[in-house]
């Protein structure tokens, strides 16, 4: 059975969001504890003195630019369009026509 996910629980790991974030600037030294992250996206810019879960000011870094995308898309071109419609054949054709109109002689019949 796999983990079931609730919205707003406890976040399972603790790598800061901030790691793949294009407003943020991550400076760390040799040892875990010489980590200093600063927001650009904030004015004045803030040291964050902590591992951020959520942010709504995220902007992935390894998110593609619109040029990367045109460049990485292929050219999709419509085929030939197909005609709309049932498709008949050769004797459905006079049977639709005359289903459709009325014969003369029934009318002729019931004179008589």
């Given amino acids: ?5 609730v919205k707003g629980g406890t976040p399972v790991g603790s ?6 974030c ?17 927001c650009d996206n904030v004015h004045p810019n803030i040291v964050v003195p902590f591992n951020i879960y959520e942010c709504t000011g995220y902007y992935d870094k390894n998110r593609p630019s619109w040029d990367e995308m045109k460049k990485l898309a292929i ?12 498709k008949v054949g050769i ?15 029934e009318y002729d019949d019931d004179d008589d």
Avoid: H, W
Avoid at 1 to 5: E, P, T
């Fill in 91 to 105: 004797g459905f054709r006079e049977a639709a026509v005359t289903v459709g109109e009325p014969d003369e002689d």
């Fill in 15 to 20: 790598v800061s969001l901030c790691r793949t």
């Fill in 75 to 86: 050219n999709v071109a419509p085929g030939p369009l197909k005609p709309v419609g049932f």
């Fill in 22 to 38: 294009t407003s943020a600037q991550i400076m760390t030294g040799y040892r875990e504890s010489e980590l200093i992250t600063i």
């Fill in 1 to 5: 059975m796999g983990k079931a996910y």
